[in-house]
């Protein structure tokens, strides 16, 4: 099952690092962000600094995504450790996350954000308690 959860969130962090990389583009950023997912409420601007730090997330997301794939032939021991760094990444995704909820510049897409956050946040610790037990 833990390497169900390996392969899970490694290719969503794939499709995410994608999905970032085309928000290099403001129009489509604009479109994902705001009409499809309604994450935000006001059009969306890339900004004078935000290709940058779209790039770093697109490849940091990229990276995690072939961590979490290779990690499935890795040691148990090994695993546990790229897990509890999944559950780092998303329990700081999801602070991140409850500390806005009250800025108005967000939409509804805010709260599934959380709670597919929480899912998979869950999923890992049911992973880990397999590898553990």
């Known amino acids: 099952m833990e ?9 969503w962090n794939l499709i ?14 604009d479109k994902i962000l705001r009409q499809w997912i309604e ?8 900004g004078k600094y935000g290709s940058l ?6 490849s940091t997301n990229m990276f995690f995504s072939v961590i979490n794939v290779l990690a499935i032939h890795w ?17 700081i995704l ?10 108005k510049g967000y939409g509804r897409g805010l709260y ?11 999923w890992a610790v049911y992973s880990l308690f397999l590898l553990l037990s």
């Open 94 to 103: 999801l602070l991140s996350m409850i500390v806005v909820l009250n800025d």
């Open 16 to 29: 995410g690092s994608i999905v970032l990389y085309f928000m290099l583009n403001p129009a489509i950023a």
């Open 75 to 91: 040691a148990r021991a090994s695993q546990v450790v790229v897990i509890c760094g999944d559950l780092f990444v998303y329990g």
């Open 112 to 122: 599934i954000s959380i709670f597919l956050s929480i899912f998979w946040m869950l």
């Open 39 to 46: 994450l935000i409420t006001v059009p969306y601007e890339v």
């Open 53 to 58: 730090w779209l790039v770093w997330a697109a």
């Open 3 to 11: 390497s169900y959860f390996l392969l899970a969130i490694g290719c």
